[in-house]
């Protein structure tokens, strides 16, 4: 056996091969993506055959994997916790059905949140989904999870969650490898209708047999708490912890040199929690505190009268369990004294889209074309275009076509003008949930103009393949499903392409979109928004570049820094004038217009 040092991500990933995964499908998230991209890099290390996919959505992700569990091979179904969201649908009715081979929902949870719309349990969803969910504390459990819950899954033949959350997701340790094994079954579907088209008639004994599965899972040796015996010095008290709070909490206990002085429990499965466990802590301790992300999960089902946790209040109800939380909790439970100087947070700078970003030449012209306009968005790297005041509503993925919509049916029953609503989305946003958004709008007859700003990658989560690009996981060539026809099929009669580089015959489509939504006979316009990802250096090697330099007419108004924000752009303060950072400009000539004195000119060194 030899051992690495990996990133969580990449040790779940490797986990999946030494297990025998054969088919892995995901949509892209953070703080979940490195997962599939692990498997991807990892496949010649892999039992042959195996499939690997970015799937559209997370729900479709979990489908493929689902029927691929149906013919008695191993599968996972990888996401973030928001995904679960859209997964939702198929994963509570899997809980019912059941599987057949080994099947992992590897869903990352992310505490803060850091970079999500929300914050979510994953393990409080499984208690409503009924469905078996492991908390691993680091990278290296995280990994060694992932085989045995293959096995569970197969021994019961029921669905199991993985949830890692950000901090192990990201963080590093040394990690032991074995030989990938792997079962590498040959696909072997049995049809059994009372079961995998179950109608509702069959539903009630499905629900009963999953809630026999359930107490027999919670009673599963190799998933108990684990327990580190106290010396007895605070009897009466016990720590209880999962995942990463159980990581810190080890560490700040021999920070404080307190290990071994109370009984602490790390919880592996917090759901279905153990009875005997319960009984345990109800019988044995006067005082328990329960340390978890992000909900009280465990807490609620320990029922326990003496619980301190987030239900009693004694533990933040939001936010990172981080090690300066904990120790407050911990000193309260202990008797020990708080720590005088709480650290405080200083705000760093605010994030702004990249120097030539596409996306900021769209905003610009949005803006500038409708300066009372109403502007929802959507999910990605383009949400920043709130910057540029050009993004009026962020909600989750796809809600903009339909919340653009949903505004325009607002004002139209008024009977007054309609403002002009500029709907902005993603590519990969459009393939994942807005291609139904925008169904609905045509047919709905919602006048609303929809600009799809195709940059060609998954931008935000580090460049993930889009459907129309041909390209699928691992850089294998597929079949390039075009916007375009796609937007011509859903019953949109006005679209039109356009590179917002090109500012004036984007503003120009722009106006005449909105026509078509005033006409008469008018309905939705989409103007799709086409230019590669600067992140992307073929598309950076492939720009023409245009440099610009800023000429002694500069007013030193600032407008360039405030209102357009290229990080390459910046005020000299001892000058008051603009200045360009050459390192960081790309040359794209799009800050040219928005100079009122026309003191942005090309022709500076690059
Ligand atoms: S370059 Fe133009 S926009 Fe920028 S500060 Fe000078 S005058 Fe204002
Ligand atoms: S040309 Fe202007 S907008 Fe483009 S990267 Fe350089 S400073 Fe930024």
């Not at 009715?93 to 999500?116: E, F, N, W």
């Not at 914050?119 to 499984?126: G, Y």
């Not at 005997?276 to 992300?293: A, G, P």
């Not at 803006?367 to 910057?387: A, E, R």
Request: net charge negative.
């Amino acid at each position: 056996m030899t051992t690495e040092l990996l990133m969580g991500n990449d040790a779940i990933g490797r986990g999946l091969i030494e297990a025998g995964c054969q088919v892995a499908a995901a949509y892209p998230g953070t703080p979940s993506t490195e997962i599939l991209q692990s498997v991807i890099n990892r496949r010649d290390e892999a039992v042959d055959p195996l499939h690997v996919e970015w799937s559209v959505n997370e729900k479709i992700a979990f489908e493929v994997a689902l029927a691929a569990s149906y013919t008695g091979k191993r599968s996972a179904a990888v996401m973030k916790q928001v995904g679960l969201n859209v997964a939702a649908d198929p994963f509570m009715r899997t809980a019912y059905l059941g599987v057949k081979g080994g099947m992992l929902t590897i869903v990352a949870d992310d505490p803060g949140p850091h970079s999500s719309q929300n914050e979510q349990d994953t393990r409080l969803f499984c208690l409503q989904g009924r469905v078996p969910v492991l908390d691993p504390s680091s990278p290296a459990e995280a990994k060694a999870m992932v085989e045995p819950a293959f096995a569970l899954s197969e021994k019961y033949e029921m669905n199991v969650v993985l949830r890692p959350t950000t901090r192990v997701c990201h963080s590093r340790q040394s990690v032991a490898l074995t030989t990938p094994l792997g079962p590498d079954r040959k696909s072997e579907f049995v049809p059994d209708t009372g079961r995998f088209c179950a109608t509702p008639a069959f539903l009630p004994g499905l629900h009963k047999a999953l809630n026999a599965k359930l107490e027999q899972i919670a009673k599963e040796p190799d998933w108990q708490p684990k327990m580190v015996e106290g010396d007895g010095s605070n009897k009466g008290l016990a720590l209880v912890a999962s995942g990463i709070a159980y990581a810190n909490l080890v560490d700040l206990l021999a920070e404080l040199e307190l290990t071994g002085t109370v009984d602490l429990y790390q919880v592996l499965m917090p759901y279905p929690l153990n009875p005997d466990f319960i009984d345990t802590l109800q019988n044995s301790y006067t005082k328990v505190l329960v340390l978890e992300e992000t909900y009280p999960v465990i807490e609620m089902q320990l029922a326990h009268p003496g619980a301190a946790g987030k239900l009693s209040g004694a533990v933040p109800k939001e936010g990172e369990l981080t090690p300066d939380v904990l120790y407050t909790a911990l000193a309260d439970f202990l008797g020990l004294e708080r720590q005088q100087n709480e650290a405080v947070q200083a705000r760093g700078q605010r994030p702004s889209l990249c120097p030539g970003c596409p996306h900021r030449a769209a905003f610009y012209s949005i803006k500038k074309t409708f300066p009372d306009g109403i502007f929802p968005s959507d999910i990605g790297c383009y949400t920043l275009g709130m910057n540029l005041e050009a993004v009026h509503t962020v909600h989750c993925m796809g809600a903009c076509i339909s919340q653009g919509a949903g505004f325009y049916q607002a004002y139209r029953q008024d009977g007054g003008a309609t403002p002009t609503v500029v709907v902005t989305i993603g590519d990969s946003t459009f393939f994942h949930a807005g291609i139904p958004a925008l169904i609905n709008a045509v047919v709905q007859d919602a006048r609303i103009i929809v600009v799809i700003l195709d940059n060609a990658t998954t931008a935000m989560t580090g460049g993930q393949p889009v459907p129309h690009m041909g390209i699928a996981a691992g850089g294998r060539k597929t079949k390039a499903i075009a916007i375009m026809p796609l937007v011509k099929a859903a019953g949109v009669e006005f679209i039109e392409s356009c590179d917002p580089y090109h500012q004036a015959r984007f503003e120009e489509l722009l106006r005449k979109a909105d026509e078509h939504t005033r006409h008469e006979n008018g309905g939705v316009a989409v103007l799709i928004a086409k230019h590669g990802c600067l992140m992307d250096p073929a598309v950076r090697k492939a720009q023409e570049a245009a440099p610009v330099q800023i000429t002694e007419d500069c007013l030193g108004c600032g407008q360039c820094v405030e209102i357009f924000e290229c990080p390459a752009l910046s005020m000299d303060k001892e000058n008051e004038t603009a200045r360009v950072d050459g390192d960081r400009c790309h040359g794209c000539g799009t800050c040219i217009a928005v100079c009122p004195a026309q003191a942005i000119v090309e022709g500076g060194m690059i």
